[in-house]
């Protein structure tokens, strides 16, 4: 690798925003492969052992494949080994730490001998597996392409609060089966009557874009509704407090935003009757475009910024120049965008992310919790460009 090690007498130290370079041969890398490899095994380890606790349903079949095991057993000696590699080469010894830590934790449990337990079928709360595939997908795909094709170079992997989002990607990914239920049941309970089941009759290739129109129209609404009300602005105004654009930022939701959009999206789709093939297709594209259009890469995509959804396209939507507010709320396609009248892409990417003005969003993940139920002033009417428009003394509707 590279023989540059920690001078002698330097302070071991932990952190993860560092000075040190993060090029090969300065342990930067062994150290995040180091940690996630050790997240991996041991998110894999307890998903096996406790199936009741930690394994999403859908991934029973995986925890049951005969390499299980090799996978497991690689995936923790990399750990070790890359773990030590990196704690010798850096003064920071945060990632090294991590990775070490869980692998050993890990293998306190079983390790890749972990005896498979018996799953009875029924839903665990947590998806500790789920949020190990996905951490491994995203990262993997991501983290490559935005080093590769960056739209901003000089914005590190760990950049500021990084930490935040991790938690929230963790949260997501966690809670599958509770967001599940709190979405998916409550909408084929009350809509069940009016269900149409002929859609889902059609061939596939009709039904997926069909669907992506019908959830994007109202997604669309719903996502404008977030910023035009006072009392839901707040919890939107989580995710607009990022101020730096990578594939983990999107993660940044609040869970009643999460809830109240999921939950609302999925109105159209089941009561269409749209088939549960169709379905899984569409799941799969709007996890990866809603990552994809927050990451930190420099495509734009021209010919295609007016059919679909783009990093540029959304990149404006988090911007903090004030042309942009309350623009771009389509998720998939600008056409409603275009159709209603918040569409806005000039020909260069925003200079600045986050909330425009009274940036008063808790930086830490349990403030931010809290942070939409706080008492607010009421609202006052004021003049503004000849017509009248609300808006609250704390500028609730300035981001």
């Known amino acids: ?32 492969i180091s940690a ?11 998903a096996v052992r406790y199936p009741q606790f930690f394994g999403f349903a859908e991934l029973r079949e995986l925890r049951s494949m005969a390499y299980l095991p090799v996978f497991i ?122 269900r149409i089941d002929a859609v889902g009759l059609l061939p596939l290739v009709v039904q997926v874009p069909a669907l992506l129109l019908a959830a994007d129209f109202t997604q669309y609404w719903v996502h404008r509704a977030f910023h035009a009300s006072r009392w839901l602005w707040p919890f939107h105004a989580i995710h607009h407090s990022i101020e730096q654009m990578d594939w983990l930022a999107g993660s940044r939701l609040h869970l009643v935003d999460v809830i109240v959009t999921r939950g609302l999206t999925y109105v159209p789709i089941f009561v269409l009757g749209f ?25 734009a995509f021209k010919p295609l910024q007016r059919i679909v959804v783009t990093p540029a396209f959304h990149h404006w939507h988090h911007s903090a120049e004030p042309q942009s507010i309350d623009k771009n709320f389509a998720v998939h396609t600008p056409a409603w965008d275009l159709l209603f009248g918040t569409y806005y892409l000039p020909g260069r ?25 706080r008492k607010r002033p009421p609202l006052r009417v004021e003049a503004a460009t000849g017509s009248a428009r609300q808006a609250s003394d704390s500028s609730l509707r300035s981001r």
């Not at 000696?77 to 991590?98: C, I, Q």
């Open 275 to 299: 088939s549960e093939r169709a379905l899984m297709v569409y799941v799969f594209i709007v996890a990866v475009q809603a990552t994809f259009i927050h990451a930190n890469v420099k495509w």
């Open 36 to 46: 996630l490899c050790g997240v991996t095994g041991l998110g894999v380890v307890l």
């Open 73 to 194: 057993h690689v995936a923790l000696v990399a750990s070790f080994l890359l773990g030590t590699l990196s704690a010798w080469l850096r003064t920071n010894k945060t990632l090294a730490l991590v990775g070490i830590t869980f692998t050993l934790a890990a293998s306190l449990l079983g390790g890749s001998q972990v005896a498979v337990a018996h799953d009875d079928g029924r839903p665990a709360w947590l998806g500790v597996d789920f949020f190990v595939l996905n951490l491994l997908l995203y990262s993997g795909v991501f983290v490559p392409l935005e080093r590769w094709f960056a739209l901003r170079a000089d914005q590190p992997v760990f950049r500021r609060q990084w930490p935040i989002d991790l938690i929230y990607f963790f949260l997501n990914s966690l809670l599958i089966e509770v967001l599940s239920l709190l979405t998916v049941k409550p909408v084929a309970i009350l809509f069940d009557p009016v």
């Open 349 to 373: 990417w925003p200079e600045a992310y986050g909330l425009a003005h009274h940036r008063d969003v808790p930086a830490r993940w349990s403030s931010q919790f809290v942070y939409p139920f």
């Open 1 to 32: 690798m590279d023989s540059e090690s920690p001078q002698p007498g330097t302070v071991a130290r932990l952190a993860l925003e560092t000075p040190e370079p993060t090029a090969i041969g300065h342990g930067f890398i062994s150290g995040l």
